[in-house]
């Protein structure tokens, strides 16, 4: 794989930090030219910085709220005027709240699905002609609550469910126009996201963050938790051509949490 993304142009959704900054950061590592996009200029300044000192080559960052459909428009013309190619796109924008189902309010649920869902559609519907001409990847990044209903997480358990069924349908548009699609599915991470969804979750349930993460770790059985690195590897893998028999899969990287056959 050394050497296989010199020259790629990799666009990384909700890369300032987390899962996406673990996988912006590894293609970088691996000489593509990244793109993060996020909300925050300073959190995006920051990751571009920490990319470059530890070697890499520094990121493009681009500002953009993709809860709104401007700030989709905005990264892509960004991408296509400085660049113009795409030959990745990972969405891994979004962070859906937990807590109690009869306290989420209807902004909330709107919340959930502006970001992750509808920022992912947006952009893989404007990166298409580009990815396409790349015969290029899309990898989504959505969650084990996609296969496995909480009641704690309805609003994200929804919103992972939907990316789930829209990533399997435009594989089939994929696999017709040379666009690999996938997905990957992560497990309990080590993030700031899973540190404020613990607390969320513990709110709702009375108890205190450490429990919960107790209690998470043990009903799962797992021998640790998650890095955004093994997220990471598996994306570099999924776009390498080794994978390119890979299309239309969601794979679950969770150390065996996910309950049943999927």
Sequence with gaps: MAGEFTGKVVVVSGSSRGIGFGIASAFAREGARAV????????LE????????????????????????EAAVRTHDFVANKH?????LV??????????????TEEMWQDGFALKFFGCVRLCRLF??????????VINIIGGAARTPDPEFLIGGSVNAAMNNFTKGLSLLGKREGVNVNAILPGLTQTERVDRLMTQRAQALGSTKEE?????????GLRRVGTPDDMAALALFLCSERARHIQGTAIAVDGGATPGVH
Excluded at 84 to 88: A, E, F, I, L, N
């Design 212 to 220: 919960v993460l107790a209690q998470t770790i043990a009903k799962e």
């Design 36 to 43: 993060l996009v996020s909300s925050s200029q300073e959190r």
């Design 91 to 104: 969405n891994s924008a979004g962070g859906t709240r937990a807590g109690a189902f009869v306290e989420s």
């Design 46 to 69: 920051q990751a571009a910085e920490a990319i470059a000192a530890a070697g890499a080559l520094r990121p493009d960052i681009c500002v953009a709220d993709l809860r709104l459909p």
């Design 128 to 137: 298409w002609p580009m990815l396409r001409t790349a015969q290029g990847h």
């Design 84 to 88: 113009g190619r795409c030959d990745v």
